[in-house]
């Protein structure tokens, strides 16, 4: 039966006045040559050694004042905003401007809760309308439109992400700190311009113990292997002050300066989603 078609299609071809089989064929291959350098330089294009670095919960006047050293290394990245609905009209403002300055702001959840434990008790449907709808509506009303989402804690599994993927371009996890203290041995913290729409980064704050060291080797291995790493934070401080959920703003600038001597590129993580997406 598909000989058959074959040879339906030649005929027809024929009869449409295509004689000259060696010219139609080369012609045709160079139509195939050239999508395939197109579609090549696209990729080469888009592959480039970056880094993602992103903020959770809502601190917004800290985050505020990172604005000026952000500029300063020419980086932008992204803002994941929980309890939206509880943020005053400052803090409305400071994100806005932010937003202004070319960095992203993405959902983080209206009730910011751990998804396994608040679906087991509630149900899937009371998750998405509280947790995350109930974000959307918040942030939508004030002229926001988060396109990426960063799960709270990190909680997530594949029946969140389908339904969350619906919602989003792309969603954010956590990874946890290797036995080997060795960043350059955790895959998952690094994008390969795959496509993939769930990434996971690692945390800068105090409570994860990361060094200056660990991070400078992540970021050589991102450059060597036009990868780009995923890092995150919650609360910048500038003091001594110990606090699992606050990373020293000295800190930030190292990774900003390394991040610039090796050539990375600044991603933010709605850039990494390829596309239209529309929300339902």
């Not at 012609?27 to 999508?35: A, C, Q, S, V």
């Not at 994941?80 to 005053?88: C, T």
């Not at 992400?161 to 060795?182: H, S």
């Not at 729409?197 to 036009?226: E, P, W």
Request: aromatic fraction near 12%; hydrophobic fraction near 35%.
């Amino acid at each position: 039966m598909e000989n058959k078609k074959i040879r339906l299609g030649f005929k027809s071809w024929k009869s449409r006045g295509h004689t000259n089989y060696s010219s139609d064929l080369m012609h045709m291959m160079t139509l195939i040559f050239l999508g395939l350098l197109t579609f090549s330089c696209q990729q080469s294009e888009i592959k480039h050694s970056g880094i993602c670095l992103s903020f959770d919960d809502r601190t917004v006047k800290e985050w505020y004042e990172m604005k000026d050293l952000l500029k300063k290394y020419n980086s932008h990245v992204t803002f994941f905003i929980s309890q939206f609905d509880s943020l005053d009209s400052s803090e409305r403002k400071m994100l806005r401007q932010l937003e202004n300055e070319g960095h992203e702001i993405g959902s983080h959840g209206a009730i910011h809760v751990l998804s396994e434990n608040y679906i087991k008790e509630n149900s899937y449907d009371e998750y998405i309308k509280n947790e995350i709808d109930a974000n959307i509506f918040a942030m939508e009303k004030h002229g926001f439109d988060p396109k990426s989402f960063a799960y709270p804690y990190g909680a997530k599994y594949w029946f969140t992400d389908m339904l969350l993927l619906k919602k989003f371009k792309i969603l954010r996890g956590v990874e946890a700190i290797n036995n080997e203290r060795d960043l350059t041995l955790i895959d998952n913290i690094y994008y390969s311009f795959d496509g993939d729409r769930t990434l996971s980064a690692i945390g800068i704050d105090q409570g994860t113990g990361l060094t200056k060291a660990m991070i400078k080797n992540a970021i050589k291995r991102a450059s060597d292997n036009q990868e780009l790493l995923m890092l995150y934070g919650h609360s910048p401080i500038t003091g001594t002050e110990n606090g699992p959920y606050n990373f020293n703003i000295d800190l930030l600038e190292f990774i900003l300066n390394e991040a610039n001597k090796n050539h990375l590129k600044y991603f933010k993580y709605s850039e990494l989603a390829s596309g239209d997406h529309e929300r339902n």
